[in-house]
């Protein structure tokens, strides 16, 4: 799996929308209500010229896009370096409308997101910090267990959860 | 192993054990993160 920016400019943001858009309709669906919220806000970012500081990452495997999300890097107050944060995660229509999906293509899925946006902070959105937004109360304890397992490893010097985010410093 | 694999690695450890705690079976019958199901709970709520 990759995980790579994905706008208009190369192309990858098209092809995102013409996937996802067969799909739903594969499904009796409509992508103008698939996770509107969030797929309202990525649409510009895609669209407008690129920025290196702020885009929208998609997670490719062969020719599939499996998951989308935003992601920025800027300084914070109250951080020492800067922060990337990751925002509006959709997953490819197919997590939502079939049943074939299993539990190991989400465990991969969100393995390969989360640990792509640390990829960024080390390389090309450099950063000392990472947030990652989950989008409803129901999340919480999803995150509350990734915070609990992530302070038992050394990967992280610091692991927090608080308020709507999960905290990380590199 | 690479400092990104370790990352890698624990970050795929947290998720198994995230997903085990909230019970398989849960898991897929919840809204979660990146789901457009997670989006309909809040719509939901918000209603």
């Not at chain 1, 397992?149 to 905290?167: E, H, P, Q, R």
């Not at chain 2, 998720?15 to 990146?34: E, Q, Y």
Request: hydrophobic share 40%; with cysteine.
């Amino acid at each position: 799996m990759n995980f790579e920016r994905i706008s208009r400019e190369n192309g990858k943001w098209d092809a995102l929308w013409k996937e996802w858009d067969l799909a739903c309709s594969e499904y009796d669906e409509s992508i103008s209500e698939y996770a509107s919220s969030s797929l309202s806000i990525l649409h510009p970012l895609a669209n407008d010229p690129q920025v290196a500081s702020a885009g929208v990452f998609g997670l490719f495997q062969d020719d599939q896009i499996l998951a989308t999300c935003q992601l920025n890097v800027c300084g914070l107050p109250g951080y020492t370096g800067k922060v990337i944060r990751l925002r509006h995660l959709v997953l490819a229509p197919k997590f939502d409308f079939d049943e074939s999906s299993t539990i190991e293509d989400y465990v991969q899925v969100l393995t390969e997101v989360f640990a792509g946006t640390i990829a960024q902070a080390n390389s090309a959105m450099k950063a000392k910090h990472a947030k990652l937004h989950f989008c409803s109360p129901a999340d919480k304890q999803f995150f509350s267990d990734i915070e609990l397992s992530l302070k038992k490893s050394s990967a992280f010097s610091s692991v927090a959860l608080k308020g709507s985010w999960l905290y990380v410093s590199l | 192993m690479t400092k990104q694999d370790e990352v890698k690695s624990a970050i795929e450890t947290a998720v198994r054990f995230a997903i085990k705690n909230m019970g398989v079976d849960k898991f897929k019958k919840t809204s979660f993160f990146g789901s457009n199901d997670s989006e309909r709970t809040q719509l939901d709520q918000a209603a």
